[in-house]
C-alpha cells in the first residue's frame, strides 16, 4: 500500500527522513508520522464556493477527480451565471484541485 502525506514545507533546521521502521515507506517529519491517504479521506475537510465570484465555467467540475461536484442549473448568481456546487460532500477529500483550477478564486478548501 503506498502511504503518503501532504506537501511537506520544511522550516529553519527541520530534516526531511524516511523511516523504514516499523512499515516501510511511512513518511515522517521531524519524527512526526504524516498523515496516509486514507486518513485524509476521513477528515472532516470539505469545500465552500462563494457565488459571488464563480462565473459558471465548470473548470471545477471537469477536473474533479472524485465528480463530486457539479453545475447548479436551477439557480442563478446576481450576476446571471449557474454556480458550481458541491453534490456529494462525502465523496469530496478536499484534494483542492478544484480551488487550484479556478480561475476566479472562488472556492475555498478547508481543512480540519
Known amino acids: 500500500m503506498l502511504r503518503y502525506g501532504p506537501p511537506v514545507k520544511p522550516g529553519a533546521g527541520s530534516v526531511l527522513t524516511c523511516d523504514f521502521?516499523?512499515?516501510l515507506g511511512e513518511l515522517r517529519y521531524n519524527n512526526r508520522l504524516q498523515k496516509s491517504h486514507e486518513e485524509y479521506e476521513t477528515d472532516m475537510s470539505h469545500i465552500v464556493i462563494d457565488e459571488n465570484?464563480?462565473?459558471g465555467c465548470a473548470l471545477c467540475v471537469e477536473v474533479c477527480p472524485r465528480h463530486c461536484?457539479?453545475?447548479d442549473a436551477s439557480r442563478l448568481t446576481a450576476k446571471g451565471y449557474h454556480p458550481a456546487r458541491?453534490?456529494?460532500a462525502d465523496a469530496c477529500t478536499a484534494c483542492a484541485i478544484c480551488s487550484?483550477?479556478?480561475?476566479d478564486v472562488a472556492i475555498t478548501v478547508i481543512k480540519d
Do not use: G, I, N, Q
Open 21 to 23: 521502521a516499523p512499515r
Open 53 to 55: 465570484y464563480c462565473k
Open 69 to 71: 461536484m457539479e453545475m
Open 86 to 88: 458541491l453534490c456529494d
Open 100 to 103: 487550484t483550477m479556478c480561475p
